[in-house]
């Protein structure tokens, strides 16, 4: 079952001789479950993709569904509701409150959206991420690897129905790397999310079910990859 559709997404920026097509006439879908890696030089229209497929911009033209929903259909009220609980972004900036303990960070977006944090959850949570033992310890007071830990925490604990990382790794080196890459992949699998994946590490890429490749805002290849 197609869990996300693009249906023809451009998008346009200025007018006349100054436009820029960031996209171009993009189209794919989505089964659930499904962890994909978009691939690019700097410029493609990568980002630009993946801030319209989480809601944060709005295409110039097409359609975007998510489990069966328009997103932009939406008003902007709804849309921002729509991006705090079926979304969750992962950024190379780790954005954390600094005043903020990692389990604080992690379940802010929860409490802030009235609900109760479910604690067995978080406690599973906190195991996968390897960071039970410093739960109650502030940004300042953790490594690169470990901040993005708790931003990876933070994007899952609120159950959205898709994961968008934008180059999740790009701040880190090849060690820590691998082991969010590692991370994003066994959450994947052990909560069925369905993930998008922003990099231009081809040793990610491979490491996900399906490999897109854009250039000049259009998808230039799209394969499976058998050895995920």
């Not at 069966?68 to 409150?97: C, E, M, P, S, T």
């Amino acid at each position: 079952m197609e869990f996300l559709t693009v249906e023809h997404i451009s998008k346009q920026y200025g007018k006349g001789e100054t436009q820029v097509n960031a996209l171009d006439d993009v189209s794919f879908t989505i089964p659930k479950g499904q962890m994909a890696a978009i691939i690019g030089p700097s410029g493609s229209g990568k980002s630009t993709l993946l801030h319209i497929l989480g809601g944060v911009d709005r295409p110039t033209s097409g359609k975007v569904y998510l489990d069966g929903q328009d997103v932009f259909a939406q008003n902007n009220k709804n849309l921002a509701i729509f991006r705090r609980r079926q979304v969750g972004l992962i950024y190379q900036f780790y954005n954390l409150i600094p005043v903020l303990s990692a389990v604080e960070n992690i379940t802010l977006p929860v409490i802030m959206d009235g609900r109760k944090p479910d604690r067995e959850y978080l406690s599973r949570l906190l195991e996968l991420l390897n960071l039970s033992d410093r739960k109650d310890h502030l940004p300042s007071q953790l490594s690169g690897g470990q901040q993005q830990r708790v931003s990876i925490g933070r994007a899952l604990f609120t159950s959205p129905s898709i994961i968008l990382a934008d180059e999740p790794t790009g701040n880190l080196d090849s060690k820590n790397s691998a082991e969010i890459v590692n991370l994003l992949r066994n959450s994947n699998r052990e909560f069925k999310q369905t993930m998008i994946i922003i990099t231009h590490d081809d040793s990610i890429a491979l490491q996900c079910d399906r490999i897109i490749t854009i250039a000049d805002g259009k998808i230039t290849n799209d394969t499976m990859n058998t050895q995920a």
